[in-house]
């Protein structure tokens, strides 16, 4: 495993320094070698050695040399581009144009050194990582694929770790000694999420049953609360610390409050809301009678963004804010589709999400009349720091592709009535291309953590 970890990342170094070849520096010294391999010597060499990018094409500054038609001697120097006027022989001529041909690709190809600035690995983790996530300081949490057997059942419980900012981990978490109920149980972790103050973690399971006597599983999604030492919270009455038919959990600012979806409409169509006390007590609905396709808590407060539709589907979905302690809301836009993706930018002022597998819209939620369509294709969404651009791995969860950045255009106001027109961006490859099956970016901006496909090991890169 560490002859691949070792490939990948001089795979990437390799490729850094074929680009940094042809930035400004690197077209430089190819511009000198070229200028050796002809043999200038230094007394006749110009005063003027650019090459000048003017309308008529590529000018060579060079002195003129006066011709042999006009008495000179005969030349014996072959450094045939220190005079401007010569005739420049074949060879020349094509290793002129390979000089040009790097500078246009050296000027085409700047976008990739300051958009990838990404160094080489700062941490490695050689297990099989199921999935993970940045805690607000810069920690990670982690499960790792674990399997038993249990009698004539072969079970799968992860094992959960945080990953210190030093490199140092520690397993809080382990599987085989978690029960639930009587019955053969397994699970897998889907994904992690954070409170605010980084110190609770809400852990969405996919669990499966198993009844012994009809030989069948049944599936279903849980929450399982910790905190981030690996202690189980009881936020239910009884033994069991799981929270069944619950999932997307979204932390309020008190740390002790969450708000969770629960399946209303099967398969998975609409869902309702509910709350849920860490300290104890009875789940209680939120925005009760009401359905809705998904919901995002917005960063740093007690609201979040939700695209509602009502229980028989048979009206247009619509964007809203809703204030989860208040239980009111605002309606933002009404939706010409919705095809998955919600996802809040870091302050809170921009959503992003899929009308179709094609097109995604990027809404100010400012100015809600604002909004751009960028034909990307589907895929999995976050921001960088600075929210002026979104990254995005082109495929849905749980599958692997490349992962692209992309730039943000200006908003432009439309009203209900005018079509937003479908701009299509060029993507910004990161990580030359290489597939990747998870990613996450630390809420500094700092680092970037990829899950690899395969024997999916955790890596985390710098942005430099």
Not at 88 to 102: A, F, N, Q, T, W
Request: charged residues 25%; proline residues 5%; contains cysteine.
């Amino acid at each position: 495993m560490k002859k691949s970890l070792q490939f990948s990342v001089h795979s990437l170094q390799f490729r850094r320094r074929e680009t940094a070849l042809l930035s400004q520096a690197g077209v430089a010294a190819v511009k000198t070698r070229w200028l050796r391999s002809f043999g200038a010597a230094k007394s006749a060499a110009p005063q003027d050695d650019s090459v000048h990018v003017g309308e008529a094409g590529v000018e060579v500054g060079f002195d003129p040399a006066p011709s042999e038609a006009e008495g000179a001697a005969p030349s014996t120097d072959r450094s045939v581009c220190a005079r401007k006027g010569a005739r420049m022989p074949k060879s020349g001529m094509r290793r002129l144009h390979v000089v040009v041909m790097l500078l246009m690709v050296a000027s085409s190809l700047s976008w990739v050194v300051s958009a990838q600035n990404l160094d080489k690995t700062v941490m490695n983790v050689d297990e099989e990582v199921t999935a993970f996530a940045y805690a607000p300081d810069g920690r990670i949490v982690f499960s790792v694929r674990r399997t038993y057997k249990a009698k004539k059942y072969d079970l799968q419980r992860d094992d959960i770790f945080i990953l210190e900012t030093n490199g140092k981990r520690k397993r809080i978490f382990a599987g085989e000694k978690f029960t639930h109920g009587d019955k053969p149980f397994t699970y897998q972790v889907e994904s992690f999420n954070w409170s605010p103050n980084g110190h609770l973690i809400a852990v969405a399971l996919f669990t499966t049953t198993v009844d012994p006597d009809e030989g069948r599983g049944e599936d279903a999604r849980a929450l399982l609360l910790l905190d981030d030492n690996g202690h189980e919270l009881h936020p239910l009455v009884g033994p069991d610390p799981l929270v069944m038919n619950a999932e997307c959990p979204m932390w309020l600012r008190d740390n002790s409050t969450l708000v969770y979806l629960t399946e209303d409409v099967q398969p998975r169509e609409l869902f309702s809301m509910r709350y849920l006390y860490v300290s104890g007590g009875p789940e209680t609905k939120v925005f009760e009678g009401r359905t809705f396709i998904a919901a995002t808590r917005i960063p740093g407060s007690n609201s979040a963004i939700a695209v509602e539709r009502n229980r028989n589907m048979d009206g247009p979905a619509r964007l809203l804010k809703l204030d989860l302690l208040a239980q009111e809301d605002k309606e933002l836009a009404t939706l010409d589709a919705y095809a998955g993706g919600l996802s809040v930018s870091p302050s809170g002022t921009k959503v992003a999400y899929f009308l179709d597998r094609e097109v995604m819209e990027v809404r100010n939620l400012e100015s809600p009349i604002q909004a751009i369509r960028l034909r990307v294709g589907l895929g999995v969404v976050q921001w960088s720091a600075e929210e002026t651009r979104i990254y995005l791995k082109r495929t849905v969860e749980k599958k692997s592709a490349d992962l692209v950045s992309l730039r943000l255009p200006e908003f432009i106001a439309y009203q209900r009535t005018q079509t937003i027109p479908v701009q299509e961006p060029t993507p910004e490859v990161l990580l030359h291309g290489l597939a990747i099956r998870e990613y996450g970016l630390s809420l500094d901006g700092r680092y970037l953590a990829v899950v690899l496909p395969g024997k999916r090991n955790l890596q985390v890169f710098g942005f430099n």
